[in-house]
C-alpha cells in the first residue's frame, strides 16, 4: 500500500482555475474528476504532460485541467496526439473528445491511431449525440432516436461499435466506464495510461440537456468486462455486450509504435540553438552579431550577384545586387544603434552561430546560373526566415533585458521584411519546369 506523503499530488492540483462552463448534470464532469484524480494517483508531472482534444462540449476539457493542453481541430485530436508523441515521446499524452469528434469527423484518425498503436490515451465521452452543436445524432446514436429535427424517422442506421472497431484495428487496450462511478472510472484511466500502445476508453457520460432519458443509465450500466490478453475472447464478450458492461475489455501485449529509425531532422535544431546562445546576454557582442548578420550576408548576395553577372543571367544578378543593398541598409540601421556601445570585434570562430554560417547567408549551393528572379526570392525569404528565427531565439534564451528587447524588435524587422519580400511573388512568378534545362551547359564536356 503507498503511504499517502503531504507532498503527494492532489486531484485538485490538476484542475485549472476555468470553470466548466457544461450544463449542470452533464457527465463530464465527473470524467474530469477522474481524470484528474488519475494524474494524481500516477503523480503525473505536469510539464510532461499534455492533454489534446477536439471540438465539442467533452472537448474543453484540457482547459479545465491544469497540466499542457492543446484544444485543436474537429476530428484531429488523435492526429495531433499521435505527432506529438512521436515527437515527443517522453510525454503522457492523453487525448480525450466526443463520440462526435473521434467517430464521425475524426473516424479515419481513429482506425488508424488503433492501427498504429502509439502509446496514447483515448478518453471518448460518449453521449451518443452531438451536444455542442444541440443535438445532432451522432454514429454511436440509436437507430431509433427521434428527437432530432434533423433525423425526425431516427438515423436508421445502426450505430457504431467503438470497442468492436478498436479491438479489430489493433489497440491494445480496451475498456469502458461510466461517469457515475467516477472512482471506477479513475482506475481504468489509471490502467490506461500505464498500459504500452493505444488505449482507448469509451465513458457513458449522459446529455442531460439533448438526451435526458440518459439519466437512466445509472440503472442500466453493470460490471461484466475483466481484462484478457487474448484478441478471440474479448471478440466473444463482445457479442454478449448489451452496450452498458463496464471494465476493461482487453489488454494485450503488442509493444507500442515507435519511430523505427532517427526522425529526420527538424528545421530548427533547438537543442543546437540552445546551446549556442545561451550566455549571449551582452549588448555589445550581440550587436557584433546582428551587424555580422547583415554584412555577411550583404558579402554573399555580391558574390551570387558576381556570380550570375559572369554567367550572363543579368535578371538575376540585379536582384542580387538589390538584395545586398537592402541587406547593407540593415546593417546601418545596426550600426545606428550601436554607437553608443562598445561592439567587441569577434574573430570568425567566435560567432555563436546556430549553423556553420551567419542565418542571413545565402547558401552557395542555393545557386544555379539558370535560376530565375523567383528562386531569388526564395533565398532571400529563406534567409530572412532564418534571421528572424534567430533574434526570436535569443530574445527567448537571454538573460539580459536589453539584449532580449533588441532581439525581440530585429525579430520583428525581419518579419516585416519577410512579408515584404512575399509581396514579390507576384512580380515574379515560378517559372515553368524545365527552366533549369539548357541544350548548352556551361560546363559541358569538351
Ligand atoms: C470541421 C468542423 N465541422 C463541424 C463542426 C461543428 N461541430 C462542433 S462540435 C460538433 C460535434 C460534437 O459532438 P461530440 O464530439 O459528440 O461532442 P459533445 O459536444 O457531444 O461532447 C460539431 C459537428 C466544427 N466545429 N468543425
Ligand atoms: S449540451 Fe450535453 S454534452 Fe454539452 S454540456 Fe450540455 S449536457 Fe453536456
Ligand atoms: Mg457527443
Known sequence: MNIQTPQAPKANDYKSDLKPVWCPGCGDFSVLAAITKACAELALVKENTAFVSGIGCSSRIPAYTSVYGFHSVHGRSLAVATGLKMAR???????????????????????????????????????????????????????????????????????????????????????????????????????????????????LSPCVTFRPEQRDWKSMVHGGFEPTNDPREAARRLLDDDHFTQGILYAGTKASFTVPRAMPTPTTDLAKYFKRITGMDDVGEFLAHALALENEAAARYDELADAMETHNNK?????????????????????????????????????????????????????????????????????????????????????????????????????THVAELEKWFKRYPAPKKGWDEDSDPANSEE
Open 89 to 203: 515521446p517522453d510525454l503522457t499524452v492523453i487525448v480525450a473528445g466526443g463520440d462526435g469528434d473521434g467517430f464521425s469527423i475524426g473516424g479515419n484518425h481513429f482506425l488508424h491511431a488503433c492501427r498504429r498503436n502509439v502509446n496514447l490515451t483515448y478518453i471518448v465521452m460518449d453521449n451518443r449525440v452531438y451536444g455542442m452543436t444541440k443535438g445532432q445524432a451522432s454514429p454511436t446514436t440509436e437507430s431509433d432516436w427521434t428527437e432530432s429535427d434533423l433525423t425526425p424517422e431516427g438515423p436508421g442506421v445502426s450505430p457504431i461499435m467503438p470497442l468492436q472497431l478498436a479491438l479489430s484495428c489493433g489497440a491494445n487496450f480496451i475498456a469502458r466506464g461510466f461517469s457515475g462511478d467516477p472512482n471506477g472510472l479513475t482506475r481504468l484511466i489509471v490502467e490506461g495510461i500505464k498500459h504500452p500502445g493505444f488505449s482507448l476508453i469509451q465513458v
Open 315 to 415: 535578371e538575376v544578378a540585379a536582384l542580387f545586387k538589390q538584395m545586398a543593398d537592402f541587406s547593407r541598409k540593415h546593417a546601418s540601421e545596426v550600426a545606428a544603434r550601436a554607437t553608443n556601445v562598445d561592439v567587441p570585434h569577434l574573430a570568425p570562430w567566435e560567432f555563436r552561430w546556430p549553423g556553420n554560417e551567419p542565418p542571413e547567408s545565402a547558401d552557395f549551393d542555393s545557386s544555379h546560373y539558370l535560376m530565375t528572379p523567383y528562386h531569388v526570392l526564395q533565398v532571400a525569404l529563406r534567409n530572412e526566415g532564418r534571421g528572424q528565427e534567430f533574434y526570436a531565439q535569443v530574445a527567448a534564451i537571454t538573460r539580459n533585458d536589453e539584449v532580449r528587447k533588441l532581439a525581440a524588435t530585429f525579430a520583428l524587422e525581419e518579419a
